[in-house]
């Protein structure tokens, strides 16, 4: 889960097929989820748009970014990304 403070500026706030307008003193809560819920904050104008982010960070997550098509795995001091278009079988190399 995130949480975004918009402190300076305005912009897009990208939510999963919406968009919305975003300004100084936007509160945005983002939950976990699918493309439902993949969220991205554009600066669209000429100007500064500067935010505060907050996350739970919890002890393990899984990441979907899908006009990348990427999967991001995040734990600990796990940083891993992978292409989502990467099929790979879970006994792959298992004795």
């Known amino acids: ?5 918009i402190v300076q500026g305005q912009g897009a706030l990208r939510y999963g097929n919406e968009t919305r307008r975003i300004r100084a003193g936007d509160v945005i809560c983002c939950p976990t989820g699918g493309p439902e819920s993949a969220h991205q904050i554009i600066n669209d104008s000429d100007a500064t748009l ?10 393990a997550e899984v990441c979907e970014y899908p006009d990348s098509k990427k999967i991001g795995a995040f734990g600990g001091a796990l940083r891993h990304m992978t292409l989502t ?6 006994w792959t190399e298992e004795t």
């Open 85 to 90: 278009s990467h099929d790979l079988d879970y």
């Open 50 to 59: 500067a935010y505060l982010s907050v996350s739970t960070m919890m002890p």
């Open 1 to 5: 889960k995130e949480m975004f403070y």
